[in-house]
T-cell receptor, first 113, second 114 residues
Framework: GDSVTQMEGPVTLSEEAFLTINCTYTATGYPSLFWYVQYPGEGLQLLLKATKADDKGSNKGFEATYRKETTSFHLEKGSVQVSDSAVYFCALNSPGTGNQFYFGTGTSLTVIP | EPEVTQTPSHQVTQMGQEVILRCVPISNHLYFYWYRQILGQKVEFLVSFYNNEISEKSEIFDDQFSVERPDGSNFTLKIRSTKLEDSAMYFC????????????FGPGTRLLVL
C-alpha cells in the first residue's frame, strides 16, 4: 500500500544552518506530495506541495522537489531561524484513495540561537 | 483566515468510558476527516465523511468508533468504550471538495486513557 518514510528526529540546528529532512514514498499511482508543519500548540499547516514529477514546492524559504526516479520529496532550507522550530510531516495523497493522506512519523526540529 | 478548531485540547478518561471529540470544520467545506497519531508513530487515517455519510474508513475505525455531523457546524468522533491503546492525538481535517488536494487540519485533541 501507499506509505511515507521520513527521517527520524529530533533534529537540532544552530540558527542559519542548512536544513534537510529526508522523505521517501511508496505509491501505486501518481501521488501529490506535501509537507505539513506543526508549531507548538497549533494544528498541521500546509507548508508546501507538489503535484507531479519534477515540480518544486516552495514557501517561507523551504523547498522540496518531487523526484519520481528516487521516490523522494526531501525538505530543504538554506538558513533556518529559531521560528522554524516545529514538527515537520511529509505526506502523500494518491488518486483513488478517497483523498486520505498518508503521513510520515514527523521530524521535530529545534533551532537554537 | 478560516481555520479548523477542535475541542477539547486535552482529555483524560478512564478505560471503558465514552468520549466525544469535537471539531468545527471550515464553514464552506464539505468533506471531513479524522486522523490519529499514537505517540511516536505515524499520523493514521481513520475516516472520511461527506453528505452525512462515511465515505471511507480504515481498519482502525471499528465498531467502537462513530462519527456524526449533529448540526451545520460540528463534526464529532465518538469512541464508545475507550481502551488504553486509544491514547493518541486526534486530528480533524476538512476540505472543500474531493478534488481539492489540500486538507486543512485542526490543532488536535490529545486523549489519554487510563
Amino acid at each position: 500500500g501507499d506509505s511515507v518514510t521520513q527521517m527520524e528526529g529530533p533534529v537540532t540546528l544552530s540558527e542559519e544552518a542548512f536544513l534537510t529532512i529526508n522523505c521517501t514514498y511508496t505509491a501505486t499511482g501518481y501521488p501529490s506530495l506535501f509537507w505539513y508543519v506543526q508549531y507548538p500548540g497549533e494544528g498541521l499547516q500546509l507548508l508546501l506541495k507538489a503535484t507531479k514529477a519534477d515540480d518544486k514546492g516552495s514557501n517561507k524559504g523551504f523547498e522540496a522537489t518531487y523526484r519520481k526516479e528516487t521516490t523522494s520529496f526531501h525538505l530543504e532550507k538554506g538558513s533556518v531561524q529559531v521560528s522554524d522550530s516545529a514538527v515537520y510531516f511529509c505526506a502523500l495523497n494518491s488518486p483513488g484513495t478517497g483523498n486520505q493522506f498518508y503521513f510520515g512519523t514527523g521530524t521535530s526540529l529545534t533551532v537554537i540561537p | 483566515e478560516p481555520e479548523v478548531t477542535q475541542t477539547p485540547s486535552h482529555q483524560v478518561t478512564q478505560m471503558g468510558q465514552e468520549v466525544i471529540l469535537r471539531c468545527v470544520p471550515i464553514s464552506n467545506h464539505l468533506y471531513f476527516y479524522w486522523y490519529r497519531q499514537i505517540l511516536g508513530q505515524k499520523v493514521e487515517f481513520l475516516v472520511s465523511f461527506y453528505n452525512n455519510e462515511i465515505s471511507e474508513k480504515s481498519e482502525i475505525f471499528d465498531d467502537q468508533f462513530s462519527v456524526e455531523r449533529p448540526d451545520g457546524s460540528n463534526f464529532t468522533l465518538k469512541i464508545r468504550s475507550t481502551k488504553l491503546e486509544d491514547s493518541a492525538m486526534y486530528f480533524c481535517a476538512s476540505t472543500s471538495s474531493q478534488g481539492e488536494e489540500t486538507q486543512y487540519f485542526g490543532p488536535g485533541t490529545r486523549l489519554l486513557v487510563l
